[in-house]
T-cell receptor, first 116, second 112 residues
């Protein structure tokens, strides 16, 4: 297993277009997270899946954002009608099923979105 | 609501210096604390995970300490190298491990 994979690495889109990002977690990890990071800031939590169930969503996740994790494997994050304020690095992370204090999070390389 | 603060925001040192990065958190009821490294335009690489029952964790030239009662953690980097130049982030999980709260990071530049 090569870790958490995210695709694409970079995406440039025009304002108003829809974009979709993909995340493939570590295979034995059942927890998957999406974070957003803007320049000079730490990552901010967007949403969290345990298996296929989306258990928590941040207030940052407006109606234009939707995330899915069919069959509890890979996940997609879609942004509809993109705005310039959506420009950021979108990070995916996963953690093992036992969770708890003994286990940390593994992050992917991120998808950098630029809305022009 | 948990808040994480990192000081300094930026640090520039010559190669070979030992240095300390600071992280403080407002809610001391944490289960663990994780330090990450982030290179420009890249994702996060986990450096060290300290469980709440531990006081220190070491990996190579890196040593992280945790003082839950005072809400502080430090990351010590020994004999810094230009390759250590990156942003260092600390993060603590929520009680259900569903979210991580991050600091804004310390941007480190080690000059040859």
């Amino acid at each position: 297993d090569t870790g958490v994979s995210q695709d694409p690495r970079h995406k440039i889109t025009k304002r108003g277009q829809n974009v979709t990002f993909r995340c493939d977690p570590i295979s034995e990890h059942n927890r998957l997270y999406w974070y957003r990071q803007t320049l000079g800031q730490g990552p901010e939590f967007l949403t969290y899946f345990q298996n296929e169930a989306q258990l928590e969503k941040s207030r940052l996740l407006s109606d234009r954002f939707s995330a899915e994790r069919p069959k509890g494997s890979f996940s997609t994050l879609e942004i509809q009608r993109t705005e310039q304020g959506d420009s950021a690095m979108y990070l995916c992370a996963s953690s093992p099923p036992t969770g708890g204090p003994n286990y940390g999070y593994t992050f992917g390389s991120g998808t950098r979105l630029t809305v022009v | 609501k948990q808040e994480v603060t990192q000081i300094p925001a930026a640090l520039s040192v010559p190669e070979g210096e030992n240095l300390v990065l600071n992280c403080s958190f407002t809610d001391s009821a944490i289960y663990n604390l994780q330090w990450f490294r982030q290179d420009p335009g890249k994702g996060l690489t986990s450096l060290l995970l300290i469980q709440s029952s531990q006081r220190e964790q070491t990996s190579g030239r890196l040593n992280a300490s945790l003082d839950k009662s005072s809400g502080r953690s430090t990351l010590y980097i020994a004999a810094s190298q230009p390759g250590d130049s990156a942003t260092y982030l600390c993060a603590v999980p929520s009680s259900g491990y569903s979210t991580l709260t991050f600091g804004k990071g310390t941007m480190l530049l080690v000059s040859p």
